[in-house]
């Protein structure tokens, strides 16, 4: 695991590398303006985004939140911390409250009122990894990567309540103004715009190319400013392609009709491309734009002229040791003269920018109010049972259903004849995911471990251990028979397996941290002792459960085509854009030879469970669920295909009835099978 891992540290420090080297060469420094120096650096350690209100900076970083007095600019001074706030990202202050996204530990809600002792209000599960944020009015909009833009209720900021959802694509960052969200589009190259004016039915309007990955926006008066990165949408497959890491920039958009934003101007910023801190944002105030761009630093923008936008000034930041290259970029905030800089990988920097600078003023901008909720709609084939959180997974004690709900905790449920909650029982994070073996339930907790239950009655259970690893969240949890062995994804990209043998005391046997994010366990073994595994960047490993210990096999699928995968007898059936590959252990040929013999053209993603000789696939970004024949496993054959409004997990067929955990759209159960 270790040289694998520094093998892909290695890969990616030399890209940095090449992309140090041309911009050195080829991107005169004169070419962004005079150079601004870093006045002081304020010891709070590495920062990833800063926001300003009044006369108080709000800094966030390693799970921190600093308030920083800023009545003199060029001199913040601390004057209250608050911990324990997870993978921070962006921060928005609203009338006194702050909303912190926070990757995969979701949104932290702040009350900053008193500045010298910030106080938690509430922790929000986000329906995937948090990364954007902007509130107007009573709703909370949240840029959640794959899965869109979520608009909550925060009328009342200790009990957000979930609205809606709008499947923009890939969106990194949203700027909300007077009932329309401008999102920053990520793998498409987009600025979407949606109408929110109604926050429970979203709509977009307008889905407008940018030449670069889209990341932050902002909107001042009748324009808008996208950052945008890594490729333009010249070629781009390899280095020498003319679109290869051009996509930096800033781009502006007339927005005076917001359904039909028109393309006005944009500048270019210097070339690079590396995969890991890959974010860009803006702030605008006066007659400058101030761009966020990573390893590139921070650039002033002359937007006087919106037409011929310019390149006034420059920093990036100092060296990091162990790669010696510029620090990266998290975010900045304005104040008189002076430009904050979040330094992710160092400190929070302050950039004397003395006539360029200025706060950022806020302008008018109708605010959202929530409306009534509408009489719920009848569903004629699905059955729903509805928690106060977000139903993300389900299995089965008997014909007792234990429901993931989320941060409502662990739900047991009769779901026939009729509906009915039999218990519910306290988590000490967001209960994200469930499996039940014999007697025994497992409850992957997020901030709080793993938990293993053990029933004591017909609907009771009793504690029985806990696992706790260090400074990681515990997102989902396998256990296949007989019992003895617990996998788990711990954050975003690590795989551990734990000896639960016994329940009190879980002992870590086994870790393994791949590149990029785990994107899904195989839900049974392969021959009844392999597991297996889809990683972003890695691809498909094999993990051996039957031998002294568990071990990698060394047997590993390197194309990163995957994403879900089911288990077919001795084989892996792995689901690619093209179609589904079924894999032996040893396959190494590449997946234009082998892919599977299926005949419709729409790509299948999504994750993958099967049962006997049918495939159930759910797309949890897009709703959408297929489902397959796979008598035969070579010519996988496509029985139905539908979309759900909510956000599908881990399909479970129970007795004939098919089960879906649809997020905030609760537990649906088909009615169609005999009970």
């Known amino acids: 695991m270790e040289l694998r891992h520094r093998m892909a540290v290695c890969a990616v420090a030399l890209l940095l590398a090449v992309w140090f080297a041309a911009t050195q060469t080829g991107q005169p420094a004169a070419d962004y303006g005079k150079d601004l120096a870093i006045a002081r650096s304020l010891g709070v350690g590495p920062t990833m ?123 990194q960052s949203v700027c909300v103004r007077n009932g329309f969200a401008y999102v920053g589009v990520w793998g498409t190259l987009e600025l979407v715009v949606v109408d929110v004016r109604n926050p429970r039915e979203p709509k977009i309007v307008a889905r407008c190319p940018l030449d670069g990955y889209g990341d932050g926006v902002a909107v001042r008066g009748n324009y808008c400013f996208v950052a945008t990165g890594h490729h333009s949408r010249a070629p781009r497959a390899v280095e020498s392609d003319p679109g290869f890491g051009r996509g930096h920039g800033l781009e502006i958009f007339d927005i005076t009709n917001p359904a039909k934003p028109v393309f006005i101007s944009r500048v270019k910023l210097p070339r690079f491309y590396a995969l890991g801190n890959d974010m860009w944002g803006v702030k605008v105030a006066g007659n400058h734009a101030f761009v966020a761009d990573t390893y590139n630093g921070i650039f002033v923008v002359d937007i006087s002229e919106p037409r011929t936008p310019r390149v006034v000034a420059r920093r990036q930041l100092p060296r990091v040791a162990r790669s010696g290259l510029p620090g990266f970029v998290g975010g900045l905030a304005l104040a008189k003269d002076c430009i904050y800089v979040a330094g992710g990988d160092s400190d929070l920097h302050v950039v004397s920018a003395p006539g360029l600078a200025t706060p950022c003023q806020p302008e008018p901008s109708t605010p959202l109010m929530v409306p009534v909720l509408p009489v719920g709609k009848t569903n004629d084939r699905f059955r729903v049972y509805q928690s106060d959180g977000q139903v993300r997974a389900i299995d089965f004690l008997d014909d007792i259903a234990v429901v993931a709900a989320g941060c409502d905790g662990v739900h047991l449920v009769q779901l026939w004849p009729n509906m009915k909650r039999l218990g519910r029982f306290e988590t000490q994070g967001v209960a994200m995911d469930v499996r039940v073996r014999g007697d025994l339930v497992y409850v992957a907790e997020d901030k709080g471990g793993l938990s293993i239950w053990r029933r004591s009655g017909e609907a009771a259970l009793t504690p029985a251990g806990r696992y706790q690893p260090k400074g990681q969240t515990v997102r989902e949890v396998f256990v296949p028979p007989p019992g003895k062995y617990a996998l788990l994804q711990v954050g975003l990209s690590v795989l551990e397996i734990l000896d639960v043998s016994d329940p009190s005391q879980p002992k870590r046997v086994f870790s393994d941290k791949g590149h ?22 890695d691809g498909l490993l094999w993990y051996d459960l039957a031998g002294p210990t568990p071990a990698l096999t060394g047997d590993k699928y390197p194309y990163r085509h995957g994403h879900g995968v089911g288990v077919i007898g001795d084989k892996a059936l792995l689901l690619c854009r093209d179609g589904p590959l079924l894999l032996a252990r040893n396959e190494q040929r590449p997946p234009a030879e082998l892919k599977a013999r299926y005949g419709d053209k729409r790509p299948l993603l999504g994750r993958a469970w099967i049962y006997g000789n049918t495939m159930y696939v759910a797309n949890r970004a897009t709703g959408e669920i297929s489902v397959l024949d796979v008598s035969e496993a070579t010519e996988p054959k496509l029985k139905e295909r539908y979309t759900v409004p909510g956000n599908p997990g881990r399909i479970v067929v129970h007795k004939g009835a098919v089960i879906i955990p649809n997020g905030y759209d609760g537990l649906w159960v088909d009615g169609r099978a005999s009970r």
């Open 516 to 537: 990029g994010f785990l994107y899904q366990m195989a839900g049974e073994l392969v021959a009844h002792r392999y597991a297996c595994a889809v990683w972003q960047i």
């Open 49 to 171: 985004a800063v926001a300003v209100e009044g006369n108080r900076a709000f800094i966030i970083g390693r799970g921190k939140l600093h308030v920083a007095d800023i009545g003199v600019p060029a001199e913040p001074k601390i004057v209250g911390s608050l911990a324990g706030l997870g993978n921070t990202r962006q921060i928005k202050l609203c009338n006194g409250i702050g909303y912190v996204t926070s990757r995969e530990d979701g949104v932290f809600i702040v009350d900053v009122r008193e500045p010298g002792k910030p106080a938690l209000l509430c922790h929000y599960d986000a329906i995937e990894v948090a990364t954007g944020i902007d509130v107007a009015g009573e709703v909370m909009f949240v840029a959640c990567r794959l899965h869109g833009v979520e608009l909550v209720d925060v009328s009342n900021p200790r009990k957000p309540r979930h609205l809606s959802t709008t499947r923009t694509g890939e969106a």
